[in-house]
């Protein structure tokens, strides 16, 4: 069990652990993921490590021999427990966000049965609770608290230097009146303690736009992304929305108020993924996502968010925070704009809290820390609920001082890091001198990228469609006869080699074909 705080590479890590065990296994590699983005996110990262990932297998398919493994998801394992484990018996896995395995109870039945033969096991995660009391398979419980074997926190990223920025929380106060679903008024402040149930009537009427608390934060967050995109120019900004209509609305506002583009990410659009995979290559400055950008998403550009959802467990709030702090170069800041709701308060007061601790400044300590309440999502159905007005104050500011070695001066990157001994370097790795990965029953020679066998699969297809137009022969017995002739059993299980020399049975077939229609 790995921890490690967002932005401090376990994704790096835990390909290096895979690329030096893989060779001495005699199984293949699974990586579980929580989501269908972060499985591409995954099979991308693993090919510059020369480990090769099925993003789309199923078990109703083989998997080809030319390949180290496969990239999956929790869910898929609950549904396809006893397939998974026959291709990680004796090899190994990789669980990322771990602490998902217990989101339902099927999944971590699913973890159980499908790993328990791996002959390794890496475990995951930036933040390894739960806002439940779900235990997770195969990690080591005190009570009721998580002991990993290795732990990486944001006070040792930060101590190291350039690997995480220092975050900042501007945080915005307000008074905000509206409507409860019991029909009664209500007007308060975040100064003003009210229940559980009122605290989230009032956060959701400061998220909404019917007032003018959102958009003043976010006024002031454009503001702060433009200064930061003076001296990196394709520096981005993420919000965090609370439902699909809010995403929109939000890119709505950037774009008639502040004259300024912005993407939406939200799980129910099917294009999700590439919308994400575009923004995170552009120069784009905001994108508006819900329940996509929050966990694991790696776009390393951005440096400033809005955290502008009605979620409020630490889980996702760390989560959140962990999108824009990834250090890429420059002495900048990170900036996560948030209400002052106490729940967040406190939740920001103690990552400032490591964050002053481990830079040794001299900023006063002015967060008060109040115990969180106890988090809930708010899925009452507020069929009477209506947001009067809702206005913006900033309530903490945190001062800096022109001198500080963290100061916005990013052409100078940050202090050297510390010297490394002669100890450390020797555990240091040179991946340009890792030996080739090699795996069981390999037959077909060296492995090929993800690229090539999808530009494969797709020249295979056409050649199918040209041959059943110039043979009249269906479908089916086209690709009957070229698999007889290149060897394949099945074009899922086919290795690069095979697709390639399928590809060219496919064309001596249909040049032959075409010269018996021209001697006709």
Do not use: C
């Not at 400055?285 to 009605?310: K, N, Q, Y």
């Not at 490394?420 to 001198?433: F, G, Q």
């Amino acid at each position: 069990m790995a921890v490690a705080t967002p932005g401090a590479g376990k994704t790096t890590f835990a390909l290096t652990a895979a690329r030096l065990t893989l060779p001495r296994l005699s199984g293949r590699l699974v990586v579980v993921a929580p989501t269908r983005h972060l499985k591409h996110q995954w099979a991308n990262a693993a090919e510059e490590f020369g480990i090769h990932l099925d993003t789309d297998w199923s078990p109703l398919q083989g998997l080809p021999a030319d390949l180290h493994g496969i990239v999956t998801t929790y869910q898929q394992v609950a549904t396809s427990a006893h397939e998974i484990s026959q291709i990680v018996r004796g090899g190994m896995v990789i669980l990322d966000e771990v602490h998902h395995a217990g989101d339902e109870l099927a999944w971590g039945d699913g973890v159980t049965a499908a790993f328990s033969e791996a002959a390794r096991r890496l475990t995951l995660s930036g933040t390894p609770f739960r806002s439940d009391t779900a235990k997770i398979p195969f990690l080591t419980y005190v009570g009721a608290q998580v002991v990993p074997d290795v732990e990486y926190g944001y006070g040792d990223a930060l101590g190291d230097g350039r690997v995480v920025r220092p975050v900042f929380f501007p945080r915005y106060g307000g008074h905000m009146e509206w409507t409860a679903p019991d029909g009664s008024e209500v007007a308060a402040s975040f100064d003003d303690a009210l229940p559980r149930t009122l605290a989230n009537q009032r956060l959701r009427a400061a998220l909404s736009l019917e007032g003018e608390w959102l958009p003043t934060v976010l006024r002031h967050a454009h503001e702060q992304l433009l200064q930061i995109r003076q001296s990196q120019p394709d520096a981005g900004g993420l919000v965090i929305a609370s439902d699909q209509d809010h995403a929109q609305a939000i890119a709505r506002l950037l774009r008639t108020r502040f004259h300024s583009r912005a993407t939406v990410a939200v799980s129910e659009d099917s294009d999700a993924s590439n919308k994400i995979t575009q923004f995170s290559n552009s120069s784009d400055p905001w994108i508006v996502a819900v329940r996509m950008v929050s966990e694991g998403v790696d776009i390393p550009r951005l440096r400033v968010g809005v955290h502008a959802t009605t979620t409020t467990t630490e889980l996702f709030f760390r989560q959140a925070v962990g999108r824009i702090v990834r250090y890429t170069g420059g002495r900048g800041k990170a900036y996560m704009f948030v209400p002052d709701d106490p729940r967040l308060r406190h939740f920001a007061s103690s990552i400032a809290e490591t964050r002053r601790h481990r830079l040794e400044t001299a900023l006063d300590d002015r967060e008060e820390r109040e115990a969180p309440e106890q988090p809930v999502e708010d899925d009452q159905q507020l069929s009477l609920f209506a947001v009067h007005s809702a206005t913006a104050i900033e309530t903490d500011v945190e001062d800096f001082d022109p001198e500080d070695i963290f100061a916005d001066h990013e052409e100078g990157g940050f202090d050297d890091a510390p010297p490394v001994d002669e100890d450390d370097a020797a555990l240091m790795i040179d991946l340009t001198l890792l030996p080739p990965v090699a795996i069981a029953d390999q037959q077909s020679g060296p492995v090929n990228s993800r690229a090539e066998r999808e530009r494969l699969r797709s020249v295979n297809s056409q050649w199918v469609r040209d041959l059943v137009t110039v043979t009249g022969l269906g479908h089916a017995q086209i690709n009957a006869e070229l698999n007889r002739i290149s060897g394949v059993k099945k074009v899922s299980e086919a290795t690069v080699q095979q697709l390639a020399r399928r590809a060219k049975g496919a064309q001596d077939w249909f040049d032959k074909e075409r010269r018996r229609s021209s001697v006709r």
